[in-house]
């Protein structure tokens, strides 16, 4: 794929390229086995779902918390929304013991 054919959305948010077109980009993919992927020591799709157990949700933040989080990220060279997840887990689970 080259330049004329991704489109940047890349931003502070940790957005990567992805192609404009993507059912061109599904075409020129190919399939891995869950048996291919074993053999790499990969988890399946499935597996890494069932691992996860998380849901998508909606939730309003201070803008000046989401700030703290877009910058500790940035140092960490981490996603601001993975950081609050792993900050809420963390505290989430201090709060059970």
């Known amino acids: 794929m080259n330049d004329t054919q991704v489109n940047n959305i890349w931003d502070e948010d ?3 390229d992805a192609p404009i077109d993507v059912d061109a980009a599904l075409e020129q993919s190919i399939f891995v086995s869950e048996n291919e992927l ?3 020591g ?3 799709p499935g597996e890494v779902e069932k691992y996860l157990k998380k849901r998508r949700i909606t939730i309003m933040l201070q803008n000046e918390t989401i700030e ?3 910058a500790a990220a940035k140092k960490q060279g981490t996603r601001y929304q993975t950081l609050i997840s792993s ?3 963390a505290y989430s689970n201090q709060l059970i013991k």
Do not use: A, I, Q, V
């Open 14 to 16: 940790g957005y990567e």
């Open 38 to 40: 074993r053999e790499l």
């Open 42 to 44: 990969m988890p399946s």
């Open 68 to 70: 703290r989080f877009k």
């Open 87 to 89: 900050t809420l887990d």
